[in-house]
């Protein structure tokens, strides 16, 4: 079955990076997008971008450029999400999910990784 | 895009027909997808490409509009449906969600 097993949390300092790990099995990792979609405690989902784990093209929010990298490791079927310049605002429950290519919604969802920043 | 849903809140009881209504800047066509959360978890997809349900998903639920105006409706409520609904655009490069709108009892 598809699963989306994502890192621990995380707690660090403003000005700090952060990175996030989502491990994919239960299908061919090269043939799905995978997007980044952060949540707020009690605000709405935030899309932050998408990578490509065939070719590694990726696309970005324009609230993150300059302040988010996607990679992948295609042997180990894992995509990462790297934040820098962390602040406060950026505290937050990040999830990695599976992206259809034909209709662009996310059928698979990691279970998210709580990012805190605090001084 | 900007993806506009209501009511929020939106206060049911189990039983009711409910319908949640997304609204979209500028036309998306049908390109619009909707999730249901609930407290604590991961987003579940709902339904896709405005009116699709994957496999699995009760036919109590059905979506449906184009263009910019969208609505989910849910028949007959159940317990297990009390959560919050965010509806999507995939038309553009921004996937942009909308605030979410919170079912409750």
């Known amino acids: 079955q598809v699963q989306l097993v994502q890192s621990g949390a995380e707690v660090k300092k403003p000005g700090a990076s952060v990175r996030v790990s989502c491990k994919a099995s239960?299908?061919?990792?090269?043939?799905?997008?995978i997007n980044w979609v952060r949540q707020a405690a009690g605000q709405g989902l935030e899309w932050m971008g998408w990578?490509?784990?065939?070719?590694?093209?990726?696309g970005y929010a324009q609230k993150f450029q300059g302040r988010l990298t996607m990679t992948r490791n295609t042997s180990i079927t894992t995509a990462y999400m790297e934040v820098s310049s962390l602040r406060s605002g950026d505290t937050a429950v990040y999830y990695c999910?599976?992206?259809?290519?034909?209709?662009?919604?996310?059928?698979?969802w990691g279970q998210g990784t709580l990012v805190t920043v605090s001084s | 895009i900007h993806m506009t849903q209501s009511p929020s809140p939106l206060s049911a009881s189990v039983g009711d027909r409910v319908t949640i209504t997304c609204r979209a800047s500028q036309s998306i066509g049908t390109s619009l997808n909707w999730y249901q959360q609930k407290p604590g978890k991961a987003p579940k997809l709902l339904i896709y490409a405005a009116s699709i349900l994957p496999s699995g998903v009760p036919s109590r639920f059905r979506g449906s509009g184009s263009g910019t105006d969208f609505t989910l409706t849910i028949s007959s409520l159940q317990p297990e449906d009390f959560a919050t609904y965010s509806c999507q655009e995939s038309f553009s490069n921004s996937y942009t969600f909308g605030q979410g709108t919170k079912l409750e009892i």
């Open positions: 990578m490509n784990p065939s070719s590694g093209d990726s």
């Open positions: 239960g299908y061919t990792f090269t043939t799905y997008d």
């Open positions: 999910a599976r992206g259809t290519t034909k209709y662009g919604d996310y059928d698979y």
